[in-house]
T-cell receptor
Framework: DQQVKQNSPSLSVQEGRISILNCDYTNSMFDYFLWYKKYPAEGPTFLISISSIKDKNEDGRFTVFLNKSAKHLSLHIVPSQPGDSAVYFC????????????FGKGTKLTVNP | DAGVIQSPRHEVTEMGQEVTLRCKPISGHNSLFWYRQTMMRGLELLIY????????DSGMPEDRFSAKMPNASFSTLKIQPSEPRDSAVYFC????????????FGQGTRLTVV
């Protein structure tokens, strides 16, 4: 059972436009959410996170939005750059401080020049 | 710091052989994670250690898989005997604090079992 779902395996946008990557989760016990970025032949790297007590967190061009009632979060990249082309993983953690992260399958973002 | 170091980067082995993957976490980190990435299942947590002690191994697929962390600077993931369905990229990650979820990943080991 996939507790964290990224339903779009791929996304293609033009340079300078907004990229929106979506993530849905099923477990209401999740209280902390993260996005990781992964380039080919490299390990995932942490990008941005959000706690369930917030509905928005911003870091430069990257903003994560959380809608708890819909069990949905999204990552916005504005403006998108060719260097943002990578696979983006959504991850979630349960309440209680457990370090166990549950990942989605990832969305491959391609930003075209 | 050199980051999380995994070896080998690539491993090709025949079915039935023993495979050992190695990981050196970031110095000072006290949690270590082993993940497996496949197209079908994405990134799955296999096992994680805190202060060298296995905390959760519920993701280990079966008894053919085992992991050890003999000291704070080294961990192994062993598959014996290996099967073609074990082919995947295996990642090791480490983090500093018990509640930290910002784990740092190694570059992974691409395992191919033929």
């Amino acid at each position: 059972d996939q507790q964290v779902k990224q339903n779009s395996p791929s996304l293609s946008v033009q340079e300078g436009r907004i990229s929106i990557l979506n993530c849905d989760y099923t477990n209401s016990m999740f209280d902390y959410f993260l996005w990781y970025k992964k380039y080919p032949a490299e390990g995932p790297t942490f990008l941005i996170s959000i706690s369930s007590i917030k509905d928005k967190n911003e870091d430069g061009r990257f903003t994560v939005f959380l809608n708890k009632s819909a069990k949905h979060l999204s990552l916005h990249i504005v403006p998108s750059q060719p260097g943002d082309s990578a696979v983006y993983f959504c991850a979630a953690r349960k309440q209680g401080g457990s370090e166990k992260l549950v990942f989605g399958k990832g969305t491959k973002l391609t930003v075209n020049p | 710091d050199a980051g999380v170091i995994q070896s080998p980067r690539h491993e090709v082995t025949e079915m039935g052989q023993e495979v050992t993957l190695r990981c050196k976490p970031i110095s000072g980190h006290n949690s270590l994670f082993w993940y497996r990435q496949t197209m079908m299942r994405g990134l799955e947590l296999l096992i994680y250690f805190n202060n060298n002690v296995p905390i959760d191994d519920s993701g280990m697929p079966e008894d053919r898989f085992s992991a050890k962390m003999p000291n704070a600077s080294f961990s192994t993931l062993k598959i014996q005997p290996s099967e073609p369905r074990d082919s995947a990229v295996y990642f090791c990650a480490s983090s500093f604090a018990r509640d930290s979820t910002e784990a740092f990943f190694g570059q992974g080991t691409r395992l191919t079992v033929v």
